[in-house]
C-alpha cells in the first residue's frame, strides 16, 4: 500500500507539472506532454523490477501491506514461499511472496505464481505453484446451502486455514500448504474424497 500511494503522490505531481506547462509555453506542449507520457510510464514499470530485487520485509505480512489493500486474515507459509489470504465476508484473495533467509520479498514481475495443470485438469479445487520453487497451495470454496459444513482435509494430513462466513451466504473458504504435491492428491471435504 505505501509503494502505491507514493506512486499515487508522484502521479500527481507530474499531472500538475503537465497543467503547469500547458498555459506557459504552448509552443513546445508535444514535446513536454511525451515527457510527461514517458515519465508516468517509467514510473508505472520501473517498480515492477526494482522493487522484488531491493526490497525485502521482516513478515509475509509487511509485503502484502506494501503491496496490497487490505486486511490480512491469515498466513500459510511454504519451505520458500507464502501465501497471505484477505478473506472479508465473500471475498477471498491471495498474495504470494518469496521467502529467503527469513526475509520475505515480492515476486519478480509476471513470475508471481500459476494455476497448477496436471494432465486431468478438472480438479474439483484449485492448485497454485510459486514459480522457481516446489510450494504449492490448495485452495477453494464451498457453499454450505443446507448442508452444515464438518471439515476439510487431505491426503497429506496438510493442516488446513479455514474461513468461516461472515454472511448468511454460507461460503466457507479454505487453503493449504502441500510440500509435496503430485496427482495422486485428494482432499476430503465433509467426509467426501475430493480429487
Same mark, same amino acid.
Given at each position: 500500500?505505501?509503494? %502505491?500511494? /507514493?506512486?499515487? /503522490?508522484?502521479?500527481? %505531481?507530474?499531472? +500538475?507539472?503537465?497543467?503547469?506547462?500547458?498555459?506557459?509555453?504552448?509552443? =513546445?506542449?508535444?514535446?513536454?506532454?511525451?515527457?510527461?507520457?514517458?515519465? /508516468?510510464?517509467?514510473?508505472?514499470?520501473?517498480?515492477? +523490477?526494482?522493487?522484488?530485487?531491493?526490497?525485502?520485509? =521482516?513478515?509475509?505480512?509487511?509485503? !502484502?501491506?506494501?503491496?496490497?489493500?487490505?486486511?490480512?486474515?491469515?498466513?500459510?507459509?511454504? =519451505?520458500?514461499? *507464502?501465501?497471505?489470504?484477505? *478473506?472479508?465476508n465473500s471475498n477471498f484473495n491471495? %498474495? +504470494?511472496?518469496?521467502?529467503?533467509?527469513?526475509? !520475505?520479498?515480492?515476486?519478480?514481475?509476471?513470475?508471481?505464481?500459476?494455476?497448477?495443470?496436471?494432465?486431468?485438469?478438472?480438479?474439483?479445487?484449485?492448485? @497454485?505453484?510459486?514459480?522457481?520453487?516446489?510450494? &504449492?497451495?490448495?485452495?477453494? !470454496?464451498w457453499f454450505s446451502g443446507e448442508?452444515?459444513?464438518?471439515?476439510?482435509?487431505?491426503?497429506?494430513?496438510?493442516?488446513?486455514?479455514?474461513? @468461516?462466513? =461472515?454472511?448468511?451466504?454460507?461460503? &466457507?473458504? +479454505?487453503?493449504?500448504?502441500?510440500?509435496?504435491? @503430485?496427482?495422486? !492428491? &485428494?482432499?476430503?471435504?465433509?467426509?467426501?474424497?475430493?480429487?
Amino acid at each position: 500500500m505505501i509503494g %502505491f500511494l /507514493i506512486r499515487i /503522490i508522484v502521479l500527481m %505531481f507530474l499531472l +500538475f507539472v503537465l497543467i503547469r506547462f500547458f498555459h506557459v509555453n504552448l509552443k =513546445k506542449r508535444s514535446v513536454k506532454i511525451s515527457f510527461v507520457i514517458l515519465a /508516468i510510464v517509467i514510473l508505472e514499470i520501473i517498480p515492477l +523490477f526494482v522493487d522484488p530485487v531491493l526490497l525485502s520485509f =521482516k513478515s509475509a505480512e509487511s509485503a !502484502y501491506h506494501y503491496a496490497c489493500i487490505g486486511n490480512v486474515s491469515g498466513v500459510i507459509e511454504g =519451505k520458500r514461499s *507464502a501465501m497471505v489470504i484477505s *478473506a472479508d465476508n465473500s471475498n477471498f484473495n491471495l %498474495f +504470494f511472496c518469496a521467502k529467503k533467509n527469513g526475509r !520475505y520479498k515480492l515476486l519478480k514481475a509476471f513470475s508471481s505464481m500459476d494455476d497448477y495443470e496436471p494432465d486431468d485438469i478438472n480438479l474439483p479445487y484449485e492448485v @497454485a505453484h510459486v514459480e522457481n520453487t516446489s510450494d &504449492y497451495y490448495v485452495y477453494d !470454496y464451498w457453499f454450505s446451502g443446507e448442508d452444515a459444513f464438518t471439515g476439510v482435509s487431505d491426503s497429506r494430513n496438510s493442516k488446513f486455514m479455514i474461513f @468461516a462466513p =461472515k454472511t448468511s451466504d454460507g461460503i &466457507y473458504s +479454505f487453503a493449504t500448504y502441500v510440500p509435496d504435491y @503430485a496427482s495422486d !492428491y &485428494y482432499i476430503i471435504l465433509n467426509g467426501e474424497k475430493i480429487g
